[in-house]
Structure formats: C-alpha cells, structure tokens
C-alpha cells in the first residue's frame, strides 16, 4: 500500500490536500453498526468490530459513510482545479469495476491535461486507452510507469523528487 509513502513524500505535504484516497487505505477502519469509517488513530478501546477499509473489486461499491464522500469531492476539486495539469495515480488498477473512477480520469485526460500511471500490472498504452475509451490522439498525455514489488518505491520515490524540482 502507498499511504505512508504518499503521505510523506509526495510534495512534502503531510496536511493530505493533494491526495485523494477513493478506495480507503491502510489506517482507516468500518465500524459496520455504525456505517462508520475511523481513522485508526481515532479509535480507542471499545466493544464494537472493526474491519480494515478498502474497497476491493466489485460491480457495486456502495457509498455508505461521509469520509467517502469527501474523498471524491476532493479529488473531483483537484481534477477539476485549471492549475492541476497532472494527475498521478498509484495503487490503483483500471477495470470495469471502477468505471465511476475511469470516467473522472477519462475526462482529465480529455481536457488535455497529463496522467501518470504507477502500474502494477500488465497495461500498456493500448490497452489503457481501450479501458478509457480515449483514441490515439490522446496517447500522448499518458506516461505509464510500469513498477513490481522490487522497484515500486524508488521509482515513485524518484518521480516525486523529479517533479518537486521542476
């Protein structure tokens, strides 16, 4: 998982403002009777069951607490923002699954702006445009950085300390 690396590298900015957790990430946690999603450093003794929060693979990912929300309210800020011309996606793996995730990224992209893939599986370019149904045209404003468990850090490490520089 990339939560503490994004969290501690990414533009040296620990106030999480420049990142959007749509699926949940390590340190969050759902109370199920409550329909409620804590961070683990609010939680503190007591009865209830928790289970750690992220959403895996599924036709229906339902929306069911506030913390969701204003993750995709964040991030739909940030894609919309006219300053962001780059957006960077790690821990994430394009499928059908997410299409209401696939169609914000498709629309970033299609408004001339620049995506950076951290991928951990076997996408290429082609097969990323097919999931995001853009044309050749758009090849161009995709940069896939392909990454496995040996390389994942340094090469994300890197690009973030490249891009600070620019």
């Not at 329909?35 to 750690?52: A, G, N, R, S, T």
Request: hydrophobic residues 35%; negative net charge.
């Amino acid at each position: 998982n990339y939560t503490s690396i994004c969290e501690k590298v990414l533009f040296n900015d620990n106030s999480g403002k420049k990142i959007a957790y749509l699926n949940g990430k390590i340190g969050w946690y759902e109370a199920p009777y409550e329909l409620k999603v804590y961070d683990v450093k609010e939680l503190k003794y007591c009865k209830d069951i928790y289970f750690p929060y992220l959403f895996i693979q599924s036709g229906i990912k339902p929306m069911i607490e506030m913390r969701q929300y204003k993750e995709y309210s964040k991030m739909l800020g940030m894609i919309e923002d006219n300053d962001v011309k780059e957006l960077v996606i790690v821990g994430y793996q394009f499928n059908n699954d997410d299409n209401h995730i696939n169609s914000v990224v498709r629309e970033f992209i299609l408004s001339n702006k620049k995506l950076v893939y951290f991928n951990y599986s076997n996408d290429n370019i082609e097969s990323l445009l097919v999931k995001l149904r853009l044309d050749d045209n758009y090849k161009d404003n995709i940069i896939i950085e392909d990454i496995n468990s040996e390389n994942c850090f340094e090469k994300f490490r890197n690009y973030i300390i490249k891009l600070n520089k620019e």
